[in-house]
């Protein structure tokens, strides 16, 4: 019991901390951030909302301002059916990428991370 205490409160603080410290928006032309967001309409976000990691994820997501559908794979039992279904784990963050057809699992802060940097820095 003290250990779970300990995790929730834990977890709030990294939520106070994030939002204290959140980064803000990347700003774009009007056409380039609508271009951004069509792109992103392919991408959800499964995620914990109080996870260290998930919080780094989406603090990337906000800092390049990608609007990301953003599901709980915590607390709603049908987002962590559709991640242990179709991505094959409850692992999260994890982003589903739906490109030409074909949806692949990303897994692994680090790596969503990089293929958002890659994807809509420069943009």
């Known amino acids: 019991m003290f250990v779970k205490a300990l995790r929730v409160g834990l977890g709030q603080l990294v939520i106070f901390i994030d939002f204290i410290t ?3 928006k990347k700003q774009r032309p009007a056409e ?6 069509a792109a ?11 996870c260290p990691f998930c919080v780094k994820t989406r603090r990337t997501l906000r800092r390049l301002n990608v609007p ?20 094959g784990r409850i692992k999260v ?11 692949t699992w990303m897994y692994e802060s ?3 991370i990089d293929y958002l940097d890659k994807r809509f820095a420069a943009v």
């Open 40 to 50: 992103a309409q392919g991408l959800t976000l499964y995620q914990f909302h109080a």
């Open 68 to 87: 990301v559908a953003l599901k709980d794979a915590k607390n709603n039992e049908q987002d962590r059916q559709a991640l242990l279904e179709q991505g």
């Open 22 to 24: 959140r980064p803000g």
């Open 110 to 112: 680090k790596v969503i």
């Open 32 to 37: 380039t951030q609508a271009q951004v967001n």
């Open 93 to 103: 963050p994890c982003l589903r990428i739906e490109e030409n057809g074909q949806t």
